[in-house]
């Protein structure tokens, strides 16, 4: 029994020592004498943990491949990239397909997924072994950053009824507008007198001389300068007092250039009045069931000294108290209606009386609407019980 043991140990002994030799490094005996040792070779392709490059370039080569194309017609270039260009410019390019069938091929129309994209003219019907070309063009005008649009072809072919087309790129402005491309005064006076500047700058490498500008009102008034002429352009606005009205203007400025002839400004602001009244209509429910009190607020422009001297309501049951918040800027008129009171079909008035020559008046209608009391209005009784369940439930 104990020769049996020995015997099977020494020969797993002698496994584990061939199985070292065989993983081993390989040596050589040196004319020198020396061992020089040699790289261990892999068994495998699979056990190297290297990239391998000629796998690579098969994959990349692989996700390259158009796709199969079905149908008589063949497209080489299903999508045009024209790269980065200025929103001044236009982007020509012709698409072309081949009919590879034994069969002419009839087009039947041709559309365009936007309007700042146009085709030429094309061919009806597309014979067996001839080219159809397509010459399409894209204006850039008006349009800023990433662009796809879309050119489909509607065929006459029962496999392939459609094929389309891309144009496709991205969009850079040529003029550069700081610190924005509009001009905002905020809120003014009917005696401001205030003026706003922005700079117009040329992106581009060739000069662009910007001619005189126009506007559409005699609110403000607008001039151009050339900091950089070609380059750089300050255009002012300034407003005209007296203003009467909030200005709006829209400002063109012509750039002789054929692809985009203006730029367009334009100019906003706020007139504030010298004395407001809030809210400028009340309206008053109808009928009456309860007390009805509401607070009219009258506030006087910054910079202007307006004081309330009177208020009176047109009909006698409505009662008005005037409170001084601040003398000659902010006022406040409390008004309370009594339960029952009927308003005139017509409504009724508050007219407040100052002492200021340019607003000597202000008028407040109170208008009445017809209210619905809660108690008529009829709700959906709620169930006091659940419903039964399903008696598969």
């Not at 070779?41 to 491949?65: E, F, G, K, L, W």
């Not at 034994?102 to 146009?118: A, D, L, Q, S, Y």
């Amino acid at each position: 029994m104990r020769l049996s043991i020995n015997r099977t140990t020494l020969t797993v002994f002698l496994l584990m020592a061939a199985a070292a030799a065989t993983h081993a490094p390989a040596r050589v005996v040196a004319p020198a004498g020396g061992i020089v040792p040699l790289r261990p070779v892999p068994a495998t392709r699979a056990a190297s943990t290297q990239p391998v490059v000629a796998d690579v370039a098969s994959a990349q080569t692989v996700a390259a491949a158009p796709r199969a194309q079905s149908g008589p017609l063949r497209v080489a270039e299903s999508t045009y990239d024209f790269g980065t260009i200025w929103d001044t410019q236009d982007v020509k390019h012709t698409f072309t397909m081949v009919n590879t069938g034994k069969e002419p091929v009839e087009i039947r129309n041709v559309r365009t997924t936007c309007g700042c994209t146009t085709t030429d003219k094309w061919d009806k019907t597309v014979a067996p072994g001839a080219t159809w070309a397509l010459p399409v063009t894209f204006s850039a005008a008006g349009r800023q950053g990433k662009n796809h649009k879309s050119v489909i072809v509607e065929t006459g072919a029962p496999d392939q009824p459609r094929v389309v087309f891309n144009v496709t790129g991205e969009i850079k402005p040529l003029f550069a507008f700081e610190p924005g491309p509009h001009v905002s005064f905020g809120t003014l006076q009917e005696d401001s007198d205030e003026t706003r500047s922005l700079t117009i700058i040329n992106q581009g490498d060739e000069p662009v001389t910007l001619g005189e500008p126009e506007v559409n009102t005699d609110a403000v008034k607008v001039t151009l300068r050339a900091v950089k002429p070609g380059r750089q352009y300050e255009l002012s606005v300034r407003t005209l007092p007296p203003i009467t009205d909030s200005p709006r203007a829209r400002i063109r400025v012509p750039t002789g250039l054929k692809t985009d002839p203006e730029l367009i400004v334009y100019v906003y602001g706020y007139i504030r009045p010298r004395v407001a009244v809030l809210p400028a209509t009340m309206l008053i429910p109808q009928p009456l069931e309860r007390d009805f009190g509401r607070r009219l607020m009258i506030r006087v422009a910054d910079g202007a000294t307006v004081h309330v001297k009177d208020v009176k309501v047109s009909i006698d049951e409505v009662d008005a108290r005037l409170e001084t918040a601040k003398e000659g800027q902010l006022y406040y008129i409390w008004l309370k209606i009594p339960a029952g009171v009927q308003l005139p079909e017509g409504g009724a008035t508050v007219t407040v009386t100052t002492d200021d020559e340019k607003v000597p008046q202000l008028k407040v209608p109170l208008r009445p609407f017809q209210s619905h009391s809660r108690t008529d209005v009829a709700r959906p009784s709620r169930p006091t019980t659940q419903p039964a369940r399903q008696a598969e439930e």
